[in-house]
């Protein structure tokens, strides 16, 4: 496609765009009075209009009815998880009994290590990709030190290679093959938070199980973000968050992935709750666990509705749009995005480098060579809100959810005033 870096061009694009319309269905803070352009929705994603629909719903059943809300609510509460699962599946490419939603996060990660990470003195090892984000670094070092192992030893780190800032598949399959008969788990962030690369989760599983190993992702930048297979691509767990492409709010609930073929088991190593205890006899408070056939497995308390709440509404909108029609948008507005990043650049030389590779979702990460700092606050307050990493980089998130094309447009003119005044 023949981009043009002007203003009309930018608007006959979003008259073209069938998801224009969802735009509106969103909250923009407001700078000098005028809409945000919001870059940062793989940081935190906007609040959908009908997200404090949801949880009026629940105060108000929760005034009006106290603990009856539990089985008479409008959405009953006890089962209220159950509608999040299969808007959820079609997000991330499952089968319904596969996903649940529950706790945040890193609490998700370690509950599934204590089911998929039980090492061996023969077979330990765990490869992830270097600088993961701190949150699973910590997690992965916690988890093999727990086991009693050395996370100097057992943590085997994928590099890039030198002056590249992406990983190559090749060096990531031949790490696979190479730590072979001592590697027990494979765990990466399918989207590289920092520089935005997508993995090929696909061909890691191959590879992983072709090694013996388990294969688990942290999707965080991923659900909501790219199209996910995990079912058919075999993949065996795995979690993300939902405040950040999933628009749910702040620290909500996270969603998690078993494969089917590890449901249903009773011998499966599992930390375990009330939650999780098959709920046709949940509440006759019997001694001995009979865990649900499905994910909910793994639920230990009761689910906290109000982190639900939006998060049900934010998955209406997208089961209404389906992930197909978010990720074409996506790729042509990220594509507009790096045009006109490239425009800016002819007119100011050597200023900056896109680092994110050729797969990639909705992020580009910049990687800024002269002025930094002071062009991420001259940015943020002329209305166009990024986020910035040490030691020199903005990322930029063009969600196709509510970012327009003359949003990049408008973020191209702005930026280009910065670095040359
Ligand atoms: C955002 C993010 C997290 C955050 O974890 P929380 O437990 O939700 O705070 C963890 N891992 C990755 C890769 C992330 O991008």
């Not at 797969?359 to 002269?370: A, I, K």
Request: hydrophobic share 40%; charged share 25%; proline share 4%.
């Amino acid at each position: 496609m023949q981009f043009e870096n002007t203003r009309a061009y930018a608007a006959s694009l979003d008259r073209q765009d069938e998801l224009l319309k969802y735009r509106n269905e969103f909250i923009f803070p407001k700078v000098n009075g005028n809409d945000v352009i919001y870059f940062t929705g793989n940081s935190l994603g906007l609040q959908p209009k009908n997200a404090k629909k949801y949880v009026d719903e629940v105060m108000q059943d929760w005034a009006e009815l106290a603990v009856e809300g539990h089985f008479y609510a409008e959405k009953p509460w006890w089962d209220y998880h159950e509608r999040l699962a299969a808007p959820l599946a079609r997000v991330v490419g499952a089968k319904t009994d596969e996903v649940t939603v529950m706790n945040t996060l890193t609490v998700n990660l370690h509950l599934l290590m204590v089911s998929f990470y039980n090492p061996s003195a023969a077979r330990f090892k765990i490869i992830c990709e270097e600088k993961a984000f701190p949150s699973d670094q910590y997690m992965l070092a916690s988890q093999v030190r727990f086991h009693g192992y050395d996370p100097k030893e057992a943590i085997v780190e994928i590099k890039k290679r030198p002056g590249e800032n992406f990983w190559r598949e090749e060096d990531v399959l031949a790490k696979i093959e190479d730590v072979g008969d001592e590697l027990a788990l494979v765990l990466i962030g399918g989207v590289n938070y920092y520089n935005g690369q997508v993995f090929n989760m696909k061909a890691i599983t191959q590879a992983g199980h072709k090694a013996g190993a388990i294969v688990g992702f942290d999707l965080a930048h991923a659900a909501g973000n790219i199209k996910l297979e995990l079912h058919d691509w075999n993949v065996d767990f795995a979690a993300w968050c939902s405040y950040k492409y999933m628009n749910s709010g702040p620290g909500n609930a996270s969603g998690i992935f078993v494969n089917q073929r590890h449901l249903g088991k009773k011998d499966i190593p599992r930390f375990e709750g009330w939650w999780g205890h098959n709920k046709d006899r949940r509440f006759l408070m019997e001694p001995e666990f009979d865990p649900m056939p499905n994910a909910e497995a793994w639920h230990l308390s009761n689910a906290s509705i109000l982190s639900f709440a939006p998060y049900l509404a934010s998955l209406k909108m997208f089961d209404e749009v389906g992930m197909d029609a978010l990720v074409e948008k996506s790729k042509l507005l990220t594509s507009y995005l790096e045009f006109i990043l490239k425009e800016v650049d002819k007119n100011v030389d050597a200023s900056f480098e896109i680092i994110t590779p050729e797969d990639r979702g909705c992020q580009l990460s910049v990687f800024l060579h002269g002025k930094g700092r002071e062009i991420f606050d001259y940015l943020m307050k002329n209305g166009v809100i990024v986020d910035w990493r040490e030691p020199n980089v903005i990322r930029l998130a063009p969600v196709p959810f509510y970012c327009s094309f003359e949003d990049m447009f408008t973020f191209g003119e702005i930026l280009k005033k910065g670095l040359t005044s």
